[in-house]
């Protein structure tokens, strides 16, 4: 990748060549579309006229050339396009089987030497000659190959079309539709690929101001710049290289990658958080709790806000500065807390002590409150939704009495929450325990310090902190 984009030294690399290639893309795809809706490109495309034709492939559209006009039947043109890849045998097969029908020579490959070209127009000519019926002799699309180049005959809706060239060839209806001859067919691709003869990928467009009276003056200025481009192009080293193609498919993709890395590192970025349509009533309501002040100062609460991880910050900071877990003892202390690191949306109701009860109401009160103050500043929060996600009181009554130092298997049976969730429960709250304990040292507060250690060393026991399940009791 590092040398594709510095292939030639000194001069223009592939990825100034791929944007240029890119602008230039969107301009002409703007101004083809203006100009195939125009009334004055319909007179140009008429029978021999040279087109370029949509494919699946952007950098891969079809030369192609009009066989046959919209009628008062059938809305959509005909035309004989040449296709960079071979089609396959079974396609080759069912061509010249409908060809050996008609009486003309099998599909195959068909390179007419140098010194018989003169001969082939002479056939042609011949052919031409013959006034057709206007007869359809196959059934499109209709594929093969000739002179080691596929072929298509298919319907064109004037919306496909992607480009009307200023060349025109002479080509026979009569021999590609209703003949059906391999030599006409031979002819044509033959003429197709001469026009690529002088390095060009497609010949020339018509030129919208001059010949098809374009008038708008914003395409103009867009036809304008896109002929300034492709000039740029021309110039530049890479336009002849023969693995052009290639390349440019690479630099799509490390274009690609490039932007989605920009992407992630402004979304990480002080700027993009500046953006962000809620950040200034974020700023307000941590102003309106004091974790910060006018100056955006980060105050004691705000510090206290920073040691919360297990639990949502705002909820725990306040529920510490309201003193919510003086009045409870360590049991019911780290009970209460594991509404923070609880996951479980919908378990069986608990049975809570009248004090355990209480302090759950206090909480959860907290929680509302600090929702309708976020969505009182244009916060996209509901204030029952947020108290809900984030308390969740589940493990209330088994937290309680594991730290009590009921046994495990007592504790399993208050509730239908699986073992394993509550294992992972009890030991996260181990580390809210620590939070809380840190939190507390910022405010000075030793009371809580203490007991939140003691709540720690309550629930740290026996099978939910064993080393592995495997040894434990040997």
Known sequence: MFLLFRCIKGEPTIEEYYDLYSEAETYNNQISEAILQSPSAQQFLNRGRVVIVKSESAQDHLLGVVVKTPSPSNKTYIVFVIKPEM?????????????????????????????????????????????????????????????????????????????????????DPVGLLEDVSSSVYSKTVQLLVDLKSDGNKYPPALDPVKELKLRDVKLVAKYQKWTRLLEKMSQNQCHGCIKLEEHLKLAKEIKKHEEEVYALQFQMSDEALKQMPDFQGRIDVLKKIECIDEDLVVQMKGRVACEMNSGEELICTECLFENQMDELEPEEAVAIMSAFVFQQRNTSEPSLTPKLAEAKQRLYKTALRLGELQAQFNLPINPAEYAQENLKFGLVEVVYEWAKGTPFAEICELTDVPEGLIVRTIVRLDETCREFKNAAAIMGNSAICKKMEIASNAIKRDIVFAASLYITGV
């Open 87 to 171: 089609p396959s045998l079974m396609q080759s097969a069912s061509s010249g089987a409908m060809q050996n029908k008609s009486g003309s020579f099998d599909q195959g490959y068909f390179v007419m030497p140098k010194s018989r070209r003169g001969l082939l127009d002479e056939y042609s000519t011949s052919v031409s000659a013959r006034k057709g019926k206007g007869i359809i002799n196959i059934t499109m699309p209709y594929c093969g190959s000739a002179s080691g180049m596929g072929y298509e005959v298919r319907e064109v809706d004037s919306k496909e079309f992607l480009c009307i060239c200023s060349t025109k060839i002479k080509i």
